[in-house]
């Protein structure tokens, strides 16, 4: 059970990324000197950042007052696509870097850094992947956003948590069987929620993974008006307890939404950044990840993202290392299930 020590240091943790939001390791004074050189370089180098809500507070904030974008990875991507800079800096994780290639494969697209990886992405290699897929040739082949360039090239469908449910509901209408790759709590919650006849790859988000229905539970002892907010990457104990499920940016709506003061939200700490943003005057609190059987691998906060910080950007900035490069061939084919879902997803809008 947890006692108001958690609480409070859960708290405590919670203000740090969403309210200072700024970095452990340096000070105010560092902080404006880096954005402020890091604000010229961007105009000097034709450039944008783009950063995902996973990343820490101080990048959102920056790429928010540089007229960049701050949103999930197809967002990013498309948002890039559609904006006028040649180049543009990806903070978020390496599936990000190759999603924006694949969809402006004219820009020069750089990171932070290349290390910066997902549990997703390296748990779903390519060559397995496609071992898989001809042993079913009669699936069509969905795969989450969080996979490689090359995956998404396997692939008939990329899809994303926000619009998962529909594409799976259309082709269930169809008669259509899937391969889903790589989430399989995601899959899971999809194949629950539509019935459609799906084969599941086995992988999990490190993050999302590691959340307990029990401590969840918990924490709702202490705060029974707190309304329960759950990332579908989590596990269907978790998903069962939830007041709302969806992706990032639903999560954030639902925070407006939902007329409770208090959420425990079970999804990565820094989108607590912009659920700030989005409703203020709200209280967020970190789903626990603690109990018997977690390792906390993550503690709700992925070690990838955190790689993303001011000193890296600007040394893409000045020195444009860390550059992304897809192949001419791989861009064409991973463009085609990418601009796939696209398309779908204008004609639910229309």
Not at 108 to 120: F, N
Not at 286 to 297: F, I, K, L, V, Y
């Amino acid at each position: 059970m947890l006692n108001k020590q958690d609480i409070s240091d859960r708290i405590l943790v919670q203000e740090h990324f969403a309210k200072e939001h700024l970095p452990l390791d340096m000070t105010a004074d560092q902080v404006a000197d880096y954005k402020a050189r890091i604000k010229q370089l961007l105009k000097e180098k034709d450039a944008c950042l783009v950063a995902h809500y996973y990343t820490e507070g101080i990048l959102q904030e920056l790429a928010d007052e540089t007229g960049g974008c701050v949103s999930d990875s197809l967002e990013m991507a498309r948002f890039g696509a559609n904006h006028e800079a040649s180049t543009l800096i990806v903070a978020g994780v390496r599936f990000m870097g190759e999603t924006a290639k694949i969809l402006s494969p004219e820009k020069r697209i750089l990171m932070p850094t290349l290390e910066a990886t997902c549990s997703l992405d390296i748990g779903c290699p390519i060559d397995e992947f496609s071992a898989f897929c001809d042993a079913h040739p009669d699936h069509e082949v969905v795969v989450y956003a969080n996979t490689s360039a090359a995956v998404k090239a396997r692939a008939d469908w990329v899809v994303t948590s926000s619009i998962a449910l529909q594409v799976a509901e259309h082709l269930a209408e169809q008669g259509k069987k899937i391969i889903w790759a790589p989430d399989k709590h995601l899959g899971s919650y999809v194949q629950q929620q539509t019935g459609v006849e799906m084969l599941m790859w086995d992988g999990a988000c490190i993050v999302h993974e590691e959340f307990k229905a029990k401590g969840i539970l918990d924490l709702k002892q202490v705060y029974p008006d707190a309304a329960v907010l759950v990332h579908p990457e989590s596990p269907a104990s978790v998903v069962e307890i939830a007041d709302a499920v969806g992706s990032t940016t639903q999560i954030i709506k639902a925070a407006q939404t939902l007329p409770n003061k208090r959420f425990i939200v079970a999804t990565d700490r820094a989108i607590f950044y912009k659920m700030q943003q989005a409703a203020p005057g709200k209280e967020f609190l970190e789903a626990p990840t603690g109990g018997n059987s977690a390792t906390c691998r993550s503690c709700a906060h992925c070690p990838w993202m955190a790689m993303n910080g001011l000193e890296n950007v600007l040394n893409a900035l000045e020195n444009g290392t860390d550059e992304i490069f897809v192949s001419d061939q791989l861009i064409d084919q991973a463009r085609r299930p990418l601009q796939r879902m696209l398309d779908f997803s204008a004609s639910l809008n229309n």
